[in-house]
């Protein structure tokens, strides 16, 4: 191995783990704030990129598909309106959620028509991004006070709803989209796609947004006061219900920009989602799913370990990423007492 090759690994490593460390973010806050590993968080990575499929104009994404609303609009909808008929007690939120409903399908309808490409990047984020504190509502919420297994059961059913639901949405095939930014700068030997920036400036740009979040704003920290202790926190007049639509909206939010940000860059499908959400598991595991450094750090360990292992062991490079978790489980379970069942 010269050093060629260890700049091209080395780049690629630091691109992949960019991404994990932006899943690993989304996934240690929410579960730090409701206890759920929100497993389907792949799916709304891919979600928000395939919808823009929809808005593009036919000669740049080579189909004909101008007038038709994606079918992530309509399931955005239909979670909405589902949500009010469970709220149906508290008049204002029914009014609000069905105009949410509306609105996500007028802009869906607007997006569809043909609009700039700019406007039908923002649209296709605003689209999706309902769909994740509606899931919280609508799966988690009514199971209130479930344990991490319970609720890691619901996400898992979830991600394989949504993953059905895409190949009904979008169809089995690979999308390409046009970058923000096209053509290549080469850093000493390699290449690098000027797209691939963006994604670099995301992943900065999201983890001092949530430092500042959670340390100067009050919104930030009656998250964290939710996420250290739910009682007490609502003692204080901080409900945990509505910190839970807070973590699920900010999660969401990231992986749809780091959907459309990466989408250039892999040419994404329906099924894309799950090894990427599950990388930024494996990647938030190592951070223990409390800390946002180590999930950082995690994240790049995932990345260089899957860039080596694509070149040494490509055929099992996906084992041996996920098999960084053994010494961490192992390690936590001869770090944690014994407790009775009851317990």
Known sequence: MDWTIVSFLTADALQNGTIYALLGLALVLVFAVTRVILVPLGEFLVFAPLTYV???????????????????????????????????TNLRRVG???????????LAWWGAQGVPMWLGWLLAILVVLPIGPASYRLFFEPAK????????????????????????FFGPEQFRLPPILSGQTTLGLVPVNNQAFL??????????????????????????ACAVNRYGARLLGISPSQAGYVSFAIA?????????????????????G????????????????????????GALLVGAME??????????????????????????????????EED
């Not at 479930?146 to 949504?162: C, D, E, K, M, Q």
């Not at 598991?281 to 223990?288: D, P, S, W, Y």
């Not at 001869?334 to 009775?340: C, P, R």
């Open 274 to 297: 799950f090894l990427l959400g599950l990388k930024g598991f494996v990647a938030g595991i190592l951070g223990g799913l409390v800390s946002y450094p180590l999930a950082v750090v």
């Open 199 to 224: 994604v670099y400036g995301f992943a900065l740009l999201a983890m001092v947004g949530l430092y500042l979040f959670f340390t100067r704003s009050i919104f930030g920290k009656a998250l964290r």
């Open 307 to 340: 860039s080596w292992a694509s070149f040494q062991a490509s055929a099992y490079k996906d084992a041996i990423v996920f098999a960084l978790l053994l010494p961490i489980l192992l390690w936590r379970s001869l770090q944690s007492q014994e407790i009775g």
């Open 54 to 88: 929809w808005f593009l104009p036919s000669e740049v994404s080579g189909l004909n598909l101008q007038g038709q609303i994606p079918g992530t609009a309509w399931l955005a909808a239909a979670m909405l309106t589902w949500w009010a008929v469970l709220d149906r």
């Open 145 to 168: 006070n479930a344990s991490v297994l319970t609720y890691l059961i619901i996400a898992v059913g979830l991600h394989f709803a949504f993953m059905g639901l895409g190949l009904v």
């Open 252 to 272: 969401t939010l990231i992986a749809c920009v780091s959907g459309m940000l990466l989408a250039p860059l892999i040419s994404p499908a329906y099924f894309q």
């Open 96 to 106: 609000l959620l069905l105009l949410g409903a509306l609105g996500v399908l007028g």
